[in-house]
């Protein structure tokens, strides 16, 4: 009995196998509303928030997978960036546009951020293939001050290379976070502080009321 039990269990662990194999192969194929290149397009007059938008939607989409991406030229899939006020402060829509090109519409410039991020979320990401997300509708967020503490003293923080404390904020405003709160210690020239100088039970929060600080994030 203990034998047949095994035989079922490695087949269905075969069958599973397989399937995974061949899904993959598809979406190496192009297949599974998967695609190999990608044009990415900004409309509208440039600012410096914009073009970081589409830099961010090139670079996660060339992180994950080896789909082709371009701002010129042409691709199997089209997406369209670009601001049109009227959704509410900070929000976007995600709608399907002309030639089925995905528009990713900000309110404002940070409102496109966010929606980058949603619609990066949404998506597959295959070893030769992207595969865009289904999610389409509009998004406002309901509060203006959004934010995860950032420990920057003694830990992590302090020294990761900057490159990946860079992309960590990054994916941070692609979340919608709009302010990193940090701890900063009381420092005088010349002194070193010990844990038992700073807050209580030595948790790196100054006894000092100006110790707390908030970084903006794409002011």
Excluded at 76 to 81: D, S, Y
Excluded at 118 to 126: H, P, V, Y
Excluded at 139 to 157: D, L, M, T
């Amino acid at each position: 009995m203990q034998t047949i039990i095994h035989i079922r269990t490695w087949l269905i662990l075969l069958l599973v196998i397989a399937a995974a194999v061949q899904w993959d192969c598809r979406v190496a194929q192009g297949g599974e509303h998967m695609v190999n290149s990608v044009l990415v397009v900004v409309e509208g007059p440039p600012s410096p928030l914009v073009s970081k938008a589409a830099e961010l939607l090139c670079e996660q989409i060339n992180a994950r997978c080896r789909a082709a991406i371009c701002t010129e030229g042409d691709g199997k899939l089209r997406i369209v960036l670009t601001l049109k006020p009227g959704i509410g402060r900070e929000g976007f829509r995600i709608e399907e546009g002309p030639d089925s090109a995905i528009r990713i519409v900000g309110n404002d410039a940070r409102g496109l951020i966010y929606g980058v991020g949603k619609f990066l979320r949404g998506s597959r990401f295959g070893e030769g293939a992207f595969g865009p997300s289904t999610w389409k509708g509009a998004s406002v967020p309901e509060k203006p001050v959004r934010g995860i503490y950032f420990g920057a003293f003694a830990n992590y923080y302090c020294t990761a290379p900057p490159d990946e404390i860079r992309r960590y904020v990054e994916e941070l405003a692609l979340w919608a976070a709009t302010a990193l709160p940090w701890c900063c210690p009381w420092r005088q020239p010349g002194r070193t502080i010990r844990r038992d100088t700073l807050g209580s039970q030595g948790s790196g929060q100054s006894s000092r009321p100006d110790a707390m600080s908030a970084c903006p994030l794409l002011s």
